[in-house]
């Protein structure tokens, strides 16, 4: 199986920064579409941004200009850089990963357990 653990949420003022960091770990075979969701208390899980193992990304027009996706292959980590955060932008943010492990052929989709970001002043 594969393992995701994400790192890097916390309490922001509006116009702040962070950095999350995901961490695939486990009988990994392949990492093909990495990722960040994120879901608001009463609201649904939506997609933040995704990248896959060649390079290309994409956001959600929320988050465009303020937000950037990254990826190193070798650790197989994502990272979420978040500038420039609004109080709208609070949510729990959880990693994705559609990957294929060792042990079960075909890919699979996980999830990290999710970090809490919270942008007030």
């Known amino acids: 199986q594969v393992q995701l653990v994400e790192s890097g949420g916390g309490l922001v003022q509006p116009g702040g920064s962070l950095r999350l960091s995901c961490a695939a770990s486990?009988?990994?075979?392949?990492?093909?579409?990495m990722g960040w969701y994120r879901q608001a208390p009463g609201k649904q899980r939506e997609l933040v941004a995704v990248?896959?193992?060649?390079?290309?990304?994409n956001y959600v027009d929320s988050v465009k200009g303020r937000f950037t996706i990254s990826r190193d292959n070798a650790e197989n980590t994502v990272y979420l850089q978040m500038n420039s955060l609004k109080p709208d932008d609070t949510a729990v943010y959880y990693c994705?990963?559609?990957?294929?492990?060792?042990?079960?052929?075909?890919?699979?989709?996980?999830w990290g357990q999710g970090t809490q970001v919270t942008v007030s002043s």
């Open positions: 994705s990963a559609r990957a294929e492990s060792v042990s079960t052929p075909g890919p699979s989709h996980y």
């Open positions: 486990g009988s990994i075979f392949m990492l093909y579409v």
């Open positions: 990248i896959t193992g060649g390079g290309l990304i």
